[in-house]
């Protein structure tokens, strides 16, 4: 719970302590006169209130978005008056599940939460509200069923992202008709539905010359998206195949993978991505990966905190749900060498 107390400077305590040894003679000294008095009391300082809060994340350092989101957020929380405590279930849902009783059963003044699967935190939110614990969330939205039950959203525009990787897939294709595969991120996770979603959704509606083959789901890794890029590029045909749309970086490089282990050069190929990550802003420099779209994870954990930080002081009114969108910046062999948009992760 938030703590905050008085704490007396070294002239007033000299000045109670004076009071008691001087017992009863002190009603025939002097009084003090009026601006030593004031002079002291002006000297009682306030210590700055601090706050109880649970993260409740899918991923710590153990991954490389986490190495640059954990600490970020643990920076602005000690320059807020924050103690954090933090937990990574690694996307699992059911451990995600416990983490949160353990959580609301503290009962802190927030809850931070990343959904570590966007369908199943609905039990977490609506325990955090019987419970009167504001839950703010990051990097992942809700869904829109359970917005309400949340203070406000800090992260990317994962639809956006979407939107703006078939923006570049568009403008590269132009008006040829050009056939694709398209890895999605992890099954059920918010994130991998909203950029898939608005990647098909800008496709369909900008560049109807551009057909989907086949989509698949992956875990967000190179190894497993390369193995399903290569299942699909056998199921399709690689005759077949003009171009690759993948959820994110890793999926990214392990398309290009399958593409290079059947002997041709993805170069040739239309392809495009989100996250512009250590993995691929260099693809992106090379020409192997034609665009991305930069994602900050020092940008997306300092806002987690500074989120909830508005909601415990008030700064966001009761029933107000606030938004907010990190930057996102189209990545291609234009600016992926400039410095603002250098990868983080």
């Known amino acids: ?35 030593s008095t004031t002079d002291a009391t002006e000297e009682v300082v306030e210590e700055a209130e601090t706050y109880e809060v649970y993260a409740l994340l899918p991923q710590g350092s153990d991954q490389a978005y986490g190495t640059f989101y954990v600490p970020a957020m643990e920076e602005a929380a000690a320059e807020l008056g924050i103690n954090l405590t933090i937990t990574n279930s690694q996307y699992d849902g059911d451990k995600q599940a416990s983490e949160c009783e353990i959580a609301v059963a503290a009962k802190p003044d927030g809850i931070i939460l990343w959904p570590a699967v966007g369908d199943a935190v609905r039990p977490c939110l609506e325990a955090a509200k019987a419970a009167g614990i504001p839950v703010t969330v990051t990097n992942s939205d809700l869904f829109d069923a359970d917005k309400a039950l949340s203070r406000g959203y800090s992260g990317p525009d994962t639809y956006g992202q979407g939107v703006s990787s078939a923006e570049i897939m568009c403008g590269l294709v132009g008006d040829a008709d050009v056939s694709i595969i398209q ?24 560049c109807a ?40 970086d890793s999926i990214a490089a392990g398309a290009i993978a399958a593409l290079e282990s059947r002997g041709v050069v993805a170069a ?20 192997s990966l034609d665009g991305t779209v930069f994602q900050s994870s020092s ?3 300092e806002n987690a905190t500074r989120l909830m930080y508005a909601v415990l002081t008030g ?31």
Request: glycine share 8%.
């Open 1 to 35: 719970m938030r703590k905050s107390r008085l704490v007396l400077a070294p002239a007033v305590m000299l000045a109670v302590s004076a009071l008691v040894l001087s017992g009863c003679a002190a009603a025939e000294e002097t009084t003090p006169d009026a601006d």
């Open 183 to 206: 890895l999605n991120g992890a099954a059920g996770n918010s994130t991998a539905i909203d950029r898939d979603n608005g990647f098909t959704d800008t496709v369909a509606a900008n």
């Open 209 to 248: 010359n551009v057909t989907i083959l086949q989509e698949e789901s992956t875990d967000w890794t190179k190894a497993t998206a390369q193995q399903v890029a290569s299942e699909m590029i056998t199921a399709q045909g690689l005759e077949n195949i003009g171009g690759i749309y993948a959820a994110d």
């Open 268 to 287: 040739d190929y239309f392809i495009t991505s989100i996250g512009n990550t250590f993995l691929g802003n260099p693809l992106v420099i090379a020409g």
């Open 299 to 301: 940008w997306d954990g």
């Open 315 to 345: 700064e966001i009114a009761e029933g107000d749900r606030e938004v907010k969108f990190m930057p996102s910046v189209k990545v291609t062999a234009d600016n992926a060498a400039d410095a603002d948009v250098a990868p983080e992760w």
